[in-house]
C-alpha cells in the first residue's frame, strides 16, 4: 500500500506491504523537489512506480542499506533511468544480495542489487543544497540530509522516538549517540526532522535531547544494577516492566534487552 500525504513542498509517501487489508509496516520516503529520499520495500516497489510517473523526480538517494530503503531501487532504474546515490559504505551492500532474516523477508522483502553511485559533502536540487552528513549508529553506511536555509533534517532510521527503547542487534548505541549530538550542533535553532517511520517533529532538535537524555537516564540504572551484581537479563526485567513485543516476532533481532547489552558493555568495561 502507499500512501501520499502533502506537506507543503515535500511529499511523505508511506509505504508497506498488506496482506489482508493489514499493513504490516510502513516506511516513509520523501519526495522533495525532484529528488526522492529512499525507495520502500521491494513488495511496494510497483505501487512507487505508479506514484511517480505523475511526478517530477530527477535524482534518488539511499539513507542507508537496509531493505525498506533500497527496495524500488531496481524498478526506479529500470523505468526512470535515474540515478541512485548512497553512502559509499553502502554502494556494495546495495549492489548485493542480502542476507535477511525471516521476518524481514516477509515484512519488506529482498531487494533487487541495483549499482548505486557513492555521494559525500552534498546533492543539489533545483532550489535546494542539501548536506549529506554521515551519521552511523543505526548502520555503518547510514547518511541524513540537511536543508539549512529550510532547517530541514532527512535522517532516515537513526532517530524514531523520544522514548526510543527497542534497537536492533547490530545497531551501535554510542555512534547514534554521537551522530544526534552532530545534529544538535548543526547552526539552526531548531530543526524538522523527518523520519523514515513518518513521525515528523517540528522541535528536532529538543525532542533529540529528550532521547538522549532518557539514554543516559537507562545508562545510569543499568550501571547501579551492574554494581549490584544484577546480569543484562535482571538489569532488563528490573528497568523495564516488560520485554517488547517485537523480541519474539523478529527472533531478539529488535528487542529492549539489545539496549541493555549494548549499555552493559561500557559500564563492565
Ligand atoms: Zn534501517
New binding site residues.
Given amino acids: 500500500m502507499l500512501q501520499e500525504k502533502k506537506l507543503g513542498p515535500l511529499a511523505q509517501i508511506m509505504m508497506g506491504r498488506e496482506v489482508d487489508g493489514t499493513v504490516y509496516y510502513w516506511t516513509a520516503a520523501y519526495l522533495v523537489d525532484g529528488l526522492l529520499v529512499d525507495t520502500g520495500c521491494s513488495y511496494t516497489a510497483p505501487e512507487l512506480i505508479e506514484y511517480l510517473r505523475e511526478k517530477q523526480v530527477n535524482q534518488v538517494i539511499n539513507t542507508?542499506h537496509?531493505e525498506?530503503?533500497v527496495g524500488g531501487n531496481a524498478l526506479l532504474q529500470k523505468e526512470f533511468g535515474l540515478d541512485i546515490y548512497a553512502h559509499p559504505l553502502a554502494v556494495s551492500l546495495i549492489s548485493n544480495k542480502m542476507e535477511l532474516n525471516p521476518y524481514q523477508e516477509l515484512v519488506w522483502g529482498y531487494p533487487e542489487p541495483t549499482i548505486v553511485k557513492p555521494i559525500q559533502g552534498q546533492i543539489k536540487t533545483e532550489h535546494h543544497i542539501f548536506k549529506v552528513i554521515e551519521t552511523p549508529g543505526?548502520?555503518p553506511d547510514h547518511l541524513s540530509l540537511y536543508e539549512p536555509e529550510q532547517g530541514w533534517l532527512f535522517s532516515?532510521?537513526l532517530f524514531v522516538s523520544e522514548d526510543q527503547k527497542v534497537f536492533r542487534a547490530d545497531e551501535d548505541i554510542y555512534g547514534i549517540i554521537g551522530s544526534l549530538q552532530g545534529f544538535i550542533q548543526l547552526e539552526n535553532q531548531e530543526l524538522t526532522l523527518f523520519t523514515?517511520i513518518g513521525k515528523i517533529f517540528p522541535e528536532g532538535k529538543s525532542s533529540i535531547k529528550r532521547f538522549l537524555d532518557h539514554l543516559e537516564e537507562v545508562n545510569a540504572a543499568v550501571a547501579n544494577l551492574v554494581a549490584k551484581g544484577l546480569n543484562a537479563e535482571e538489569i532488563k526485567n528490573s528497568i523495564f516492566s516488560r520485554e517488547s513485543s517485537m523480541a519474539p516476532l523478529t527472533g531478539g533481532h529488535y528487542s529492549i534487552q539489545n539496549l541493555v547489552d549494548k549499555l552493559l558493555i561500557r559500564c563492565v568495561l
Fill in positions: 542507508h537496509h525498506d530503503h543505526h548502520c532516515g532510521d523514515s
